[in-house]
């Protein structure tokens, strides 16, 4: 989470880009101040995801910032660190003194409430006693409820230090490809050629990687998770795990789209086991490497920087895998750039990962027996190697980051870009001459990063760049002023891009647009397509790839005239002398979607309400009674979610 020191509203628009923030007046009927009722949603809803602030005591009226300020701010902080400490109300206490910050404006005092990430430990952090029911989740610019499904992989992530070390049940040696068996314990031998477990029967060998268990206060024993995944036959495997997948594709252009010239997955051909697997996969990916070797005392040295980095980042995404998650293991190989994906989330924060030591791996087991034989690094030194490896070459820095929808899974991209490239350059001198000269070196950093992807976050800038938040934020407003970049999208779904490029709007810029994109073209090629899910079958699942299906895809999109139709309506209900009632409301939601669909931020927008209270408290209600239909009715959180005026059919 950013930290960030507000001295004026603009800060608080700033802070809006680079970081969670729910606005909230927190005024209480006598109007000197009182914790709102959804402020808790809010704070289980940033802890069980990156963090954020709480601002009590201003007014966001369409996307602008008013002080209302709060009188009695005593009586709010005592109020939220006792409720904050009160476990029938909050399961943990993340808030301290240090927590609240007053902030003045103008003589009037708001209330800033750091609300940070919770560790894999805590979380969920639920809401009543009840975690199946009242854990929440940040979603764009509202607070969702976790999924049972959801909640109960959050809970066995807080349980388990790893999830490869149980015994199954019913499983034994005739599940495993002994093959697979016999290569590892040949390349184990080669590499200690004296090593006693040499002489180990299978079974006892296998105990001593981690592959077989004895539990020794029930005296169980057999397979463990690790053994199977690692060797195991992947009919074996699919039974114990039924969404597991493994995905390799060399495709031939820098392009998103799905042709391949080589492609390895569970095709009955081979064991499909994860130790197969990270063989042929490492064979492939440096297979016609272009990186000059190095001389050390003479001797050339095959295994360069690139090499390692490329092992450490297929080990990472193996053994940071949750098999039980809905999406596959996929690598890509492409001539501009290499692509990783494991299904899971990170168990760390991403900032943490990225300076390396501090670990905390999924699978245990899996990643000991993968550096038994050399394959992966010392855990919590992968991801510090893999940027290493790629500074060694002067090449952009890798991409990491986390996909929340439709499935939860982890995303490395290795680009094989200069940091610099010359025709970026060229193009910037060429075009913008007499602005690009003036630029400061993080101005000007900041604009090749942009240029050199398809669309970044404010969030990816950064990372990139190690620039403060702050200041790239003022670097981002002044470059899109000067017109050298472009802004697609508010808030924190804003994405940036170049000028002449045309970026559907995200309704979540980190979620379901960009992983239908994680794979980017070339910026000079306008080229877009589903990337992240080709092992789902787009006939089965049209609401994972609605871009497949333009029959299926609605249309939200509103010209000049539908839009103005759309304001007179609101128009007519914010006008009224009188607050309208609540079916007077739903009334107008309905007019308003009449024979069109209309994504829920318009709707917040044109009726000045917040997105989240009005999908709880009007277009829920609306959905179920029948008087609404979904434009992703699967898919209720789906980031394109849109509604339209259900159509009654006589009969």
Same mark, same amino acid.
């Given at each position: 989470?950013?930290?960030?020191?507000?001295?004026?509203?603009?800060?608080?628009?700033l802070?809006?880009?680079s970081?969670?923030?729910?606005?909230?007046?927190?005024? $209480?009927?006598?109007?000197?101040?009182?914790?709102?009722?959804?402020l808790?949603e809010? !704070?289980?809803?940033?802890?069980?995801?990156? $963090?954020?602030?709480?601002v009590?005591? %201003?007014?966001?009226?369409?996307?602008?910032?008013?002080?209302?300020?709060?009188?009695?701010?005593?009586?709010?902080?005592?109020?939220?660190?006792?409720?904050? @400490?009160?476990?029938?109300?909050v399961?943990?206490?993340?808030?301290?003194?240090?927590?609240?910050?007053e902030?003045?404006?103008?003589?009037k005092?708001?209330?800033?409430?750091?609300?940070?990430?919770?560790?894999?430990?805590?979380?969920?952090v639920?809401?009543?006693?009840?975690?199946?029911r009242?854990?929440?989740?940040?979603?764009?610019?509202? &607070?969702?409820?976790?999924?049972?499904?959801?909640?109960?992989?959050?809970?066995?992530?807080?349980?388990?230090?790893?999830?490869?070390?149980?015994?199954l @049940?019913?499983?034994?040696m005739?599940?495993?490809?002994?093959?697979?068996?016999?290569?590892y314990?040949?390349?184990?031998?080669?590499?200690?050629?004296t090593?006693?477990?040499?002489?180990? &029967?299978?079974?006892?060998?296998l105990?001593?990687?981690?592959?077989?268990?004895?539990?020794?206060?029930? $005296?169980?024993?057999?397979?463990?998770?690790?053994?199977?995944?690692m060797?195991?036959?992947? *009919?074996?495997?699919?039974?114990?795990?039924?969404?597991?997948?493994?995905? !390799?594709?060399e495709?031939?252009?820098?392009?998103?789209?799905?042709?391949?010239?080589?492609?390895?997955?569970?095709d009955?051909?081979w064991?499909?086991?994860?130790?197969?697997? =990270?063989?042929?996969?490492?064979?492939? #990916?440096?297979?016609?490497?272009?990186?000059?070797?190095?001389?050390?005392?003479g001797?050339?040295?095959?295994?360069?920087?690139?090499?390692?980095?490329?092992?450490?980042?297929?080990?990472?995404?193996?053994?940071?895998?949750?098999?039980?998650?809905?999406?596959s293991?996929?690598?890509?190989?492409?001539?501009?750039?290499y692509?990783?994906?494991n299904?899971?989330?990170?168990?760390?924060?991403?900032?943490?990962?990225?300076n390396?030591?501090e670990?905390?791996?999924?699978?245990?087991s899996?990643?000991?027996?993968?550096?038994?034989?050399?394959?992966g690094?010392?855990?919590?030194? $992968?991801?510090?190697?893999?940027?290493?490896?790629?500074?060694?070459?002067?090449?952009?820095?890798?991409?990491?980051?986390?996909?929340?929808?439709?499935?939860?899974?982890?995303?490395?991209?290795?680009?094989m870009?200069?940091?610099?490239?010359?025709?970026?350059?060229?193009?910037?001198?060429?075009?913008?001459?007499?602005?690009?000269?003036?630029?400061?070196?993080?101005?000007?950093?900041?604009?090749?990063?942009?240029y050199s992807?398809?669309?970044?976050?404010?969030s990816?800038?950064?990372?990139?760049?190690?620039?403060?938040t702050r200041?790239?934020?003022?670097?981002?407003?002044?470059?899109?002023?000067?017109?050298?970049?472009? =802004?697609?999208?508010?808030?924190k779904?804003?994405?940036?891009?170049?000028?002449?490029?045309?970026?559907?709007?995200?309704?979540?810029?980190?979620?379901?647009?960009?992983?239908e994109?994680?794979?980017?073209?070339?910026? &000079?090629?306008?080229?877009?397509?589903?990337?992240?899910?080709?092992? #789902?079958?787009?006939? %089965?699942?049209?609401?994972?790839?609605?871009?497949?299906h333009?029959?299926?895809?609605?249309?939200?999109?509103?010209?000049?005239?539908?839009?103005?139709?759309l304001?007179?309506?609101?128009?007519?209900?914010?006008?009224?002398?009188?607050?309208?009632?609540?079916?007077?409301?739903?009334l107008a939601?309905?007019?308003m979607c009449?024979e069109?669909?209309v *994504?829920?931020?318009?709707?917040?927008?044109?009726?000045e309400?917040?997105?989240?209270?009005?999908?709880k408290?009007?277009?829920?209600?609306?959905?179920?009674?029948?008087?609404?239909?979904?434009?992703?009715p699967?898919?209720?959180?789906?980031?394109k979610?849109?509604?339209?005026?259900?159509?009654?059919?006589?009969?």
């Amino acid at each position: 989470m950013t930290n960030f020191s507000l001295s004026s509203l603009d800060d608080i628009a700033l802070l809006r880009e680079s970081s969670e923030v729910e606005c909230k007046l927190g005024l $209480g009927k006598d109007g000197n101040g009182e914790v709102p009722k959804d402020l808790w949603e809010s !704070y289980s809803a940033f802890a069980n995801t990156d $963090g954020g602030y709480i601002v009590l005591g %201003l007014k966001e009226k369409a996307h602008k910032f008013s002080v209302v300020g709060i009188k009695n701010i005593e009586k709010i902080k005592t109020a939220l660190l006792t409720t904050a @400490n009160n476990k029938h109300k909050v399961s943990i206490n993340l808030l301290s003194n240090n927590s609240l910050s007053e902030v003045e404006f103008d003589g009037k005092t708001i209330l800033v409430i750091s609300v940070p990430r919770a560790k894999r430990q805590e979380r969920p952090v639920y809401l009543n006693g009840n975690p199946l029911r009242n854990s929440f989740i940040r979603s764009h610019e509202s &607070d969702l409820k976790l999924s049972e499904e959801q909640v109960k992989r959050l809970l066995a992530e807080q349980i388990e230090t790893s999830r490869d070390s149980e015994i199954l @049940n019913n499983y034994g040696m005739e599940d495993l490809d002994i093959e697979a068996l016999r290569v590892y314990r040949q390349t184990y031998a080669n590499l200690n050629p004296t090593h006693p477990w040499n002489e180990l &029967d299978n079974t006892a060998f296998l105990h001593r990687i981690g592959g077989w268990r004895v539990n020794r206060e029930d $005296g169980k024993h057999g397979l463990t998770v690790a053994g199977l995944l690692m060797f195991g036959l992947h *009919t074996s495997i699919q039974e114990q795990f039924p969404n597991y997948m493994l995905d !390799y594709q060399e495709r031939p252009e820098a392009k998103t789209e799905l042709r391949w010239v080589d492609r390895l997955t569970l095709d009955g051909s081979w064991s499909g086991n994860l130790f197969d697997f =990270s063989r042929k996969v490492y064979r492939k #990916l440096v297979n016609d490497l272009k990186v000059p070797f190095k001389l050390e005392q003479g001797v050339r040295q095959e295994d360069t920087p690139v090499h390692v980095a490329l092992r450490e980042a297929l080990a990472n995404a193996i053994v940071h895998s949750d098999y039980t998650g809905r999406a596959s293991l996929l690598v890509v190989k492409r001539p501009d750039m290499y692509g990783f994906r494991n299904p899971g989330l990170m168990r760390i924060p991403i900032e943490i990962a990225l300076n390396g030591g501090e670990a905390d791996c999924r699978n245990r087991s899996l990643a000991q027996m993968f550096r038994y034989v050399k394959f992966g690094e010392q855990a919590g030194s $992968g991801i510090p190697q893999i940027l290493d490896g790629w500074r060694s070459q002067h090449w952009k820095l890798p991409l990491l980051r986390e996909v929340r929808e439709p499935n939860e899974q982890t995303v490395l991209e290795l680009k094989m870009i200069d940091l610099y490239p010359p025709e970026i350059i060229d193009f910037l001198n060429k075009n913008f001459a007499d602005k690009f000269s003036l630029l400061t070196e993080l101005e000007r950093t900041v604009v090749i990063t942009v240029y050199s992807d398809y669309y970044l976050t404010h969030s990816q800038i950064c990372a990139q760049t190690s620039g403060y938040t702050r200041e790239v934020t003022l670097a981002l407003v002044k470059l899109e002023k000067l017109g050298i970049i472009k =802004s697609t999208g508010e808030q924190k779904s804003k994405v940036y891009h170049r000028p002449e490029l045309e970026i559907p709007t995200p309704e979540n810029a980190s979620g379901q647009f960009l992983a239908e994109h994680v794979f980017v073209a070339n910026p &000079d090629k306008n080229t877009v397509g589903p990337d992240l899910h080709p092992d #789902l079958h787009p006939d %089965l699942h049209p609401d994972l790839h609605p871009d497949l299906h333009p029959d299926l895809h609605p249309d939200t999109k509103l010209d000049k005239h539908r839009w103005e139709e759309l304001e007179k309506i609101a128009g007519e209900i914010k006008s009224s002398a009188k607050r309208p009632s609540k079916e007077a409301l739903f009334l107008a939601i309905t007019d308003m979607c009449s024979e069109r669909y209309v *994504t829920l931020n318009d709707l917040a927008f044109l009726l000045e309400k917040k997105p989240d209270t009005l999908r709880k408290n009007y277009l829920n209600l609306l959905v179920s009674e029948g008087r609404l239909s979904l434009a992703y009715p699967t898919t209720r959180n789906h980031p394109k979610q849109a509604y339209t005026k259900t159509i009654k059919i006589k009969t």
